[in-house]
């Protein structure tokens, strides 16, 4: 949730990509 590298569809996630 806090954190999620590839994974889009949680709530909210550090732009790890582009």
């Not at 949730?1 to 582009?18: A, C, F, G, R, W």
């Amino acid at each position: 949730s806090l954190v999620s590298l590839n994974e889009p569809k949680d709530e909210i996630y550090m732009e790890s990509q582009p």
